[in-house]
């Protein structure tokens, strides 16, 4: 009986050491195993069919991407750090450490960081010289057609929670009708010129009825909740330009990439196993 056991654990396992190993499709000489399809179904929710379309797709981003030698060092994404601060009105240490307050894990927002800036130089190798640049005239008929999105408030209703245990407040904005004992809650409103560009950045990126993640400030753990946000002002299309010519480039690199690897699908070597 010991024996029959012994031998069906045998069995199991070598079952299921064929489907990690199991290959499924080859693309470009890169497989795509069975077990690589179940998990990217169970994180998606997709369908077979839809994880099998995403998951060519991505073989063929990465072998493009070590055709082109794309490759993203520590000096690029402290480059693109500093870019972001600058846009947001802060220097590079106290945009850092609203990043650190805004991720639990600070390697995450780099590994993160990494990704964007090597999906931006390979868009760039890819797309250099085959779009057009948007006029002015491209840039204020997207900006008249979506004013809503540039509206910005002058005045902001929020409930202020302060403590010296982070842990509590984090509860209290897990449940927010249970403030926590040593949670002190104020209702204030905010003057958006009074501001500094730290707490700015935080507020203008956090909406209406969602809490801002914990910050410190003067040895105290702090957080707000939006309650309102008011006397709402149209930012002009000069202070905006810049966001809007990368929405619109963005926008077109997107299509062009698209075709681009609809193309790059059908002259590929892709060889369906199973």
């Not at 220097?91 to 931006?120: A, G, L, P």
């Not at 250099?128 to 057609?145: E, F, P, Q, V, W």
């Not at 003057?191 to 700015?200: F, M, V, Y």
Request: proline share 1%; net charge neutral.
């Amino acid at each position: 009986m010991k024996k029959l056991f012994l031998s069906i654990l045998i069995l199991a396992s070598y079952t299921y050491a064929g489907l990690v190993n199991g290959i499924a499709v080859i693309v470009n000489e890169k497989p795509v195993t069975l077990y690589e399809i179940d998990e990217f179904m169970l994180k998606t929710n997709k369908t077979k069919d839809e994880a099998l379309t995403l998951l060519i797709d991505e073989k063929l981003y990465e072998d493009e991407l070590e055709k082109r030698k794309i490759e993203v060092d520590i000096f690029d994404v402290n480059q693109y750090i500093e870019q972001l601060a600058a846009q947001n009105g802060m220097d590079v240490i106290n945009f850092k450490s609203v990043i650190r307050q805004q991720y639990s894990d600070y390697d995450k927002f780099v590994e993160q960081t990494k990704k964007r800036i090597q999906h931006q130089k390979l868009v760039t190798s890819i797309v250099r010289g085959n779009i057009k640049m948007a006029s002015d005239d491209d840039l204020k008929i997207y900006y008249n057609t979506n004013k809503d999105s540039y509206n910005i408030a002058s005045t902001i209703d929020v409930v202020q929670y302060i403590s010296k245990n982070k842990r509590a407040l984090l509860a209290t904005k897990q449940n927010p009708l249970q403030v926590q004992n040593d949670v002190q809650s104020t209702s204030i409103t905010l003057e958006q010129s009074n501001i500094n560009s730290q707490l700015k950045y935080i507020i203008n990126s956090t909406k209406e009825g969602d809490f801002t993640p914990v910050i410190t400030a003067d040895q105290m753990f702090v957080m707000f909740y939006i309650t309102k946000k008011k006397d709402t002002t149209l930012q002009s299309f000069e202070e905006v330009k810049n966001q809007i010519l990368n929405i619109v480039m963005k926008d077109r690199e997107d299509k062009y990439l698209k075709e681009y690897f609809d193309k790059l699908k059908i002259t590929a070597d892709i060889k369906i196993i199973r």
